[in-house]
T-cell receptor
Framework: DSGVTQTPKHLITATGQRVTLRCSPR?????VYWYQQSLDQGLQFLIHYYNGEERAKGNILERFSAQQFPDLHSELNLSSLELGDSALYFCASSVVEREGRHEQFFGPGTRLTVL | AQTVTQSQPEMSVQEAETVTLSCTYD???????LFWYKQPPSRQMILVIR??????QNATENRFSVNFQKAAKSFSLKISDSQLGDTAMYFC?????????????FGKGTRLHILP
């Protein structure tokens, strides 16, 4: 158990709908990262938040948005869903350790199926 | 832009054998981090081993070790005395130096089967 929690575990919805995925980082971690794992694109970075502020964006569609709240949990919002959005969505959190060691701890993922 | 290439989509080895998974990467950065992540059928992403580019010594974690060749931009993973529980997808990954765009870039993965 990495200490990162994600809800829900599974989500089945229809095209055109909107969903929200939730992530709670490990206690004390300020950074939250979102990744998408699909069959054809592999694991891709979507977005990074640090202490409530957006820090970096990857290949995130305009239909997708995210935020990190004061309690440090994060939500990834996916709207106008398409079949191709079906994927496993991971959240990861990190804290900078001493000596510059850096590690991202991954949650169990949310499997999204768009029908 | 950084890229990570895993040239072996799938591999199979007998239990107790040693197996090496290959990974090459491309970057113009001088300092960075390299990782191997394991993804078993449960889909959980598990960090197996980490290497800081400024360290010349190859990282080891029990039965797992790496061969880090910075000049060649190569980062292979060796699993010794392989066990059935090592069956998983293995991802090689790259990250720039901490605090500078620290997203992880993953390779496409190598599916490893450990045969009884």
């Amino acid at each position: 158990d990495s200490g990162v929690t994600q809800t829900p575990k599974h989500l089945i919805t229809a095209t055109g709908q909107r969903v929200t995925l939730r992530c709670s980082p490990r206690s004390g971690d300020l950074s939250v990262y979102w990744y998408q794992q699909s069959l054809d694109q592999g694991l891709q970075f979507l977005i990074h938040y640090y202490n409530g502020e957006e820090r970096a964006k990857g290949n995130i569609l305009e239909r997708f948005s995210a935020q990190q709240f004061p309690d440090l949990h994060s939500e990834l919002n996916l709207s106008s869903l398409e079949l191709g959005d079906s994927a496993l969505y991971f959240c990861a959190s990190s804290v900078v350790e001493r000596e510059g060691r850096h590690e991202q701890f991954f949650g169990p993922g949310t499997r999204l199926t768009v029908l | 832009a950084q890229t990570v290439t895993q040239s072996q989509p799938e591999m199979s080895v007998q239990e107790a054998e040693t197996v090496t998974l290959s990974c090459t990467y491309d970057t113009s950065e001088s300092n960075y981090y390299l990782f191997w992540y394991k993804q078993p059928p449960s889909r959980q992403m598990i960090l197996v081993i980490r290497q800081e580019a400024y360290k010349q010594q190859n990282a080891t974690e029990n039965r797992f070790s790496v061969n880090f060749q910075k000049a060649a931009k190569s980062f292979s993973l060796k699993i010794s005395d392989s066990q059935l529980g090592d069956t998983a997808m293995y991802f090689c990954a790259f990250m720039k130096e901490m605090n500078r765009d620290d997203k992880i870039i993953f390779g496409k993965g190598t599916r490893l089967h450990i045969l009884p």
